[in-house]
């Protein structure tokens, strides 16, 4: 690559995992590991824990190393707006929905953005939270100029649900 060409990250990369400060490493487990499912890969001493989908080494890391009993960050301050969650199919956000509905956990909202399907919610510690899926590439809508045009619409949710009815 010559100097004059702007550098670009490589298409495979990904965001492996985020490791999140936590007040309660014990409520940040029955959030992501009994409530969304997530395993517990290991703790690191009782200040931390690994969770993951799949057997993964860890996609997300609870820690209390510098927030034990600590209040949630203000929501006017800087910081991670929300951790994106993506589901692998439009019935598997159908079975966390419900899961979420019948646990009576709250919902911050529901959106179609044109590209995804996407739930919002926060953890026990006021962490952002979205779980999607993305639907398929040919379905993305696009601008005159063949750049994506994403939007915010209301996620008709009862549709969504019809995904796991028999």
Known sequence: MDAGT?????????????????????????FYRDLLGFELVMTYGPDAAF???GGYHHHIGLNTWQSKGGKPAPGNSTGLFHVAIR????????????????????????????????????????????????????????????????YTHSLDVNNLLREIQP
């Open 51 to 53: 969770v993951s989908a």
């Open 6 to 30: 702007p550098y670009k990250a490589p298409a495979e990369t990904s965001i492996g995992h985020v490791h999140l400060k936590v007040s309660d490493i014990e409520k940040s487990l029955e």
């Open 87 to 150: 589901y692998p199919s439009r019935k598997d956000l159908a079975v966390i929905l419900k899961r979420l509905l019948d646990a009576g956990y709250p919902l911050d909202g529901a959106s179609d953005h044109g590209v995804s399907e996407a739930i919002y919610l926060e953890d026990p510690d006021q962490n952002g939270i979205e779980l999607y899926w993305d639907k398929p590439r040919e379905q993305w809508p696009q601008k005159g100029d063949g750049t994506i045009d994403m």
